[in-house]
C-alpha cells in the first residue's frame, strides 16, 4: 500500500494523543460485544475469502413480517439495537448485517466496491436464510444501498424505507472530486477528536449528548490498531462507491410503497469542507432535498420531523417510532 512513511506517522499520533480517550480495537472487532449473537457467512467476491456478520433477531410473537435494517457509512449494525428490539417485540424478525468493509465483517485489501455489489451480497445473505420478502430500511449510506437493493430486488423488497438517506443530491455537480489516495490520507488523520467534532456538527447540529459517545467507541477505537491503515483503505474505498454511484437518478423507478423519514435540522454532506462558503450553505439542505425526492418516487410517504438531525432513531427513538410503525403495519 502506499504512503507507508506517511501511515506510520499518523498511527503513531493517534496512539499517542488519543491513548487515553478511547480503547482500542481490532479490525473484526473480536472482543466488542454486539447486543445480539453474531453470525457469519463466508462468501467469495473478487478472487477471495471475505466473512459478512450479522444479527438475526427473532420475532417475539410467531407469523410476523421480517425487516431489514442497513446501516450508515460511519456506524455498524451495533446502532440499530433499539430499533431491533422493539420491532422484534412488536412480532417482526429483524436481520441486520454488517456489511462487507464495516463492523465485524472482513475488511478486503483489494476489492471494488459498489452498490450493486453490497445489495447482491445482502441478496445472497437473505438467501442463505431462506427469506424471500421483507421491509429494507437503510440509514444514511443505508439509504442508498437500501434503494439499489429496491431496485435490482423489486420482488423481494414489500416496502422501503429510507431514514435520512445520504444520496439526494449528486455531490460531483459542486465538489471536486478526490482521489481514493486522497479519501485514505484523509481517514488516516482521523481521530477521536476529529470523529467527534464532524458527528456533532454533521448529525446532531452541532449538540452533543453523553449517550452519543457510544457510536465513537469502534471508529475512534480503530484509529489506534496497528491495522488501522486497512480500515482506512476500505472507507476511502466506500467513500469514492458513495461520491461516484449517486441513486438520485433512478428514484423515479422504484416501484415498492415508500417511507422517506426526514430529520428536519440534518445537514449532512459529504465533501462540504472541500467547498467555499457559499456553496456550503447549499449542500445538505435536507428539508428541500426530502420534499424534492418525495416527489419522485411512486407511492412516497414523506415524514418530516422538526428539532432532529442525520440520525432519528438515535437522537428521538419515540418520535422516529410514530413514523416507522404505522408504514410497516399497512
Known sequence: MKFKPLVSLLLFLNTCCFAQAVKPLDIMLTDYPYPFPVHFINLNIQQQDVQMAYMDVASGKPGGDVVLLLHGKNFCGTYWKQTADTLSTLGYRVIIPDQVGFGKSSKPQHIQYSFQLLAELTKVLLD???????????????????????????????????????????????????????????????????????????????????????????PAGWTMNSNYAQIAWNSALTYDMIFTQPVLYEFENITVPTLLIIGELDRTAIGKDLVNEETKKSLGDYPKLGKEVAKKIKNCKLVEIPGVGHIPHVESFDIYMKALLPFLKN
Open 128 to 218: 442463505s436464510l431462506h427469506l424471500t420478502t421483507l421491509v429494507v430500511v437503510g440509514h444514511s449510506m443505508g439509504g442508498m444501498l437500501a434503494t439499489r437493493f429496491a431496485l435490482m430486488y423489486p420482488q423481494v423488497t414489500t416496502k422501503l424505507v429510507l431514514e435520512d438517506p445520504i444520496g439526494l443530491e449528486d455531490w460531483k455537480v459542486k465538489v471536486p472530486y478526490l482521489s481514493v489516495d486522497d479519501w485514505y490520507i484523509k481517514e488516516l488523520a482521523q481521530s477521536y477528536d476529529k470523529l467527534k467534532k464532524y458527528e456533532r456538527e454533521n448529525y446532531y447540529h452541532g449538540t452533543w449528548k453523553p449517550e452519543y459517545e457510544q457510536w465513537l467507541e469502534i
